[in-house]
């Protein structure tokens, strides 16, 4: 038989790359699709040993339920939805509807997270509904929905950044975390182009760029306004964009008075000198991009840190422009498209809000419920993971494709608030950290053994498409969803687990919200290589490009907001005298459930390795290569170190995908921005010891 080749996407990061998995016999195989228009027939080391977990020996084929001596061990689905049901009618009887919750992911298709906000909503009546998106591009989500009354992450397609003059790239490593994106950057620089990177070490990104601006961590709000000082001192700011297409500049000009290069090379640590040079650029240039990633949008101050990146944008003219404008580079999978259609706390499907009395209504009228049986807002993630077991908290917890005990921060605290659950349930691919402390484990289907919809860092809606079965016994997260509905006497608002089914509904449920998908079809996604939301006309291309001509605010008019740089909300002192910041590295993804089972990429990163200064490593005695310890207010963690020159001096940066003694967000702080509640992952007080080669102190 010859083999059978299937168009499909990457199961990793916000590209989703495009893919053909080729089925010969037992043999799958996969090449990138050079035909798709956003990875142009590129490919990262994840995306080309992906298929090597469709058959992996640790797959989970099976459910699990802990026995009475404690112990995880197989079931039938029947078996384990039955006692799922059980134990959540019994908690919400004992407790009220609020007493379980619901934790989802951002790897979901937007079939499954629409399916689990609704059940969330219809089928168990809580309130205690959030994802792990929270940890990803809450902050940027916020600030864009205030500064432009949308929340979408590139308002143009990959494609522009060729065609931009100059770029910032603000808090990301792109050439390890999205390797393909690179070739737009390359293509920019070839035709003449600039690039300006903003981050505290001097990434594989960084290398590439024109000029590097090592700022510290924490200080992404005074950079930026004083790029702004800067800018309006030499008179670069487009008055007439400002006066047209604006409101609030000058509240922004008089925030951004008190931002001199010397003192923001004081805050920043950015020579005054690049300052004004990365300025220069900017203001002279005819188009220009601000991107913003988890380095700026990680922290206790990231909606402002966004912000104010934001109104450099918009006072240079830039949004709505081609070639031009503020964009933020999502980092999961369906990071975008899964906080679109409501597992996210405070929305209901088409990004509308939960607190709207005519978003409830109509979202009602669509699920067949009486708008007054929907529940108000929730809580935040890392609120509701803190308060797990607790008075007040959840009691009973339903985890679909996240590993929390991993990806959260404060880690150690997490667990502990897990333990303490009555029940806990985990739907995965593999027996994750977080899956080894459930109550009941249920497998489920991988991305290439479904069907499905993803939407992309640019707000392109795609299609997954099945290219191997299933498991023998493994079901959608979809059906288990719909039985476990019907257990729970609410089967009649699920009626199809089917991916082509749930999509219809969700349409109909975002027509008229901001995130509009009703002209969006399969047929569609399939003849156009995807469709931009928002689309309303069956067979349209969609929205490639936003604000061309207004904003979808009240008046039409792109909002400035005047910001100030405040301090982290842990600094060095002399018990804890560094930085400790972290990210990803290009061979793992995430917590990383997925790769660290790939043999390939455990062989090119096989375990987390800590980055200092070489003075900061003699001062400690740390020893290239040797093992060091770190230690936070909250934890201690021992890996090997790495010496770099290419990292700040006050810095110490560590990747998070290891779970274990070997997670660094044991010692992450779970401070949160007052407005998009993420946790400040990316900037804590740390400080460092050498150690014997046996793990001791030396």
């Known amino acids: 038989m010859a083999a059978v080749t299937t168009r499909t996407h990457c199961p990793y990061c916000s590209l989703q790359c495009g893919m053909l998995i080729s089925v010969d016999g037992d043999a799958v195989s996969v090449a990138p699709d050079a035909a798709f228009p956003v990875n142009r027939g590129g490919l990262c ?9 469709l058959r992996h020996p640790e797959r989970l084929t099976t459910p699990l339920v802990r026995n009475a001596a404690g112990e995880l061990v197989p079931a039938t689905l029947d078996e384990a939805l039955d006692r799922v049901a059980a134990a959540f009618t019994a908690t919400q009887q004992r407790y009220g509807k609020d007493a379980v919750g619901v934790f989802g992911g951002g790897s979901l298709t937007n079939e499954k997270a629409y399916l689990l906000g609704k059940f969330a909503r219809v089928a168990l009546g809580t309130s205690q509904i959030d994802y792990n998106g929270r940890f990803c591009m809450s902050s940027a989500a916020a600030a864009g929905n205030r500064a432009f009354g949308i929340d979408r992450g590139l308002p143009f397609p990959l494609d522009d950044l060729s065609g931009a003059d100059v770029i910032l790239l603000v808090g990301s490593n792109v050439a390890e975390t999205m390797p393909p994106v690179m070739q737009y950057f390359e293509a920019q620089r070839e035709r003449g182009g600039r690039l300006i990177v903003a981050d505290p070490r001097q990434t594989p990104t960084a290398k590439t760029a024109t000029l590097h601006l090592p700022l510290a961590p924490g200080t992404d709000a005074a950079l930026a306004n004083g790029l702004l000082h800067l800018l309006v001192r030499e008179g670069s700011i487009d008055l007439d964009y400002i006066r047209n297409r604006t409101t609030g500049w000058e509240a922004v000009r008089s925030a951004v008075a008190g931002y001199w290069p010397e003192r923001v090379e004081r805050i920043t640590g950015v020579p005054q000198a690049s300052l004004e040079r990365a300025a220069r650029m900017l203001g002279s240039a005819r188009t220009a991009m601000i991107l913003t990633a988890r380095g700026a949008e990680q922290q206790s101050q990231g909606v402002n ?12 003219g830039l949004q709505g422009r081609p070639y031009s404008g503020y964009g933020c580079l999502t980092g999961q999978g369906n990071g975008q498209g899964g906080r679109e259609h409501g597992q996210k706390a405070d929305q209901l499907p088409g990004y509308r809000s939960i607190s709207d009395p005519a978003a409830r209504a109509y979202v009602a009228g669509v699920w067949g419920i009486d708008e007054a049986d929907l529940p108000g807002p929730g809580i935040s993630a890392y609120e509701l993971l803190a308060k797990c077991g607790a008075e007040g908290g959840v009691r009973a917890l339903y985890v679909l494709g996240s590993n929390v005990v991993v990806s959260a921060p404060d880690t150690l605290a997490v667990e502990e608030r897990l333990k303490a659950l009555d029940f806990l349930v985990v739907a995965d691919l593999f027996l994750s950290e977080t899956a080894a402390l459930a109550d009941v484990v249920l497998p489920g289907a991988q991305w290439a053994e479904e069907e499905g919809t993803m939407t992309n860092l640019e707000g392109r809606v795609v299609r997954r498409r099945q290219a191997v079965c299933p498991p023998e016994g493994v079901v959608s997260d979809a059906e288990v969803l719909c039985r476990l509905a019907a257990r729970l006497g609410r089967g009649q608002f699920f009626p ?13 449920a975002s027509a008229g919200g901001i995130a509009d998908y009703s002209g969006i079809s399969y047929d569609s996604v399939d003849l156009q290589q995807g469709v931009f939301w928002p689309c309303t006309e069956s067979g349209s291309p969609g929205t490639p490009r936003l604000f061309a001509e207004r904003f979808p605010t009240a008046d039409g008019r792109a909002r400035f907001v005047a910001v100030q740089h405040r301090a982290s909300a842990e600094e060095p002192d002399d018990e804890y005298p560094l930085f400790l910041t972290t990210g990803r590295v290009m061979a793992h993804y995430q917590s990383g459930t997925q790769t660290r089972r790939g043999e390939d990429l455990m062989a090119f990163a096989p375990e987390p390795v800590a980055e200092l200064h070489p003075l900061t490593a003699r001062r400690w005695g740390v020893v290239s290569g040797g093992p060091v310890s770190l230690i936070t207010r909250r934890g201690r963690m021992t890996c ?6 290419g990292i700040r001096e006050d810095t110490v940066f560590v990747p998070f995908h290891w779970g274990n003694e070997l997670a660094i967000n044991r010692l992450t702080n779970p401070a949160l921005d007052p407005v998009s509640r993420m946790p400040e992952f990316k900037v804590c007080a740390v400080r460092v010891e050498a150690c014997a080669p046996n793990g001791g102190r030396s």
Not at 45 to 53: A, D, F, P
């Open 496 to 508: 199809l687990a089917e991916p082509h089914a749930i999509f219809q509904e969700l349409r109909r």
């Open 45 to 53: 080391i994840k995306g080309w040993t992906s298929t090597k977990l």
């Open 640 to 645: 090997k170190a790495k010496v770099s020159a």
């Open 305 to 316: 840190n966004v912000l104010a990146f934001i109104n450099i944008a918009l006072a240079l």
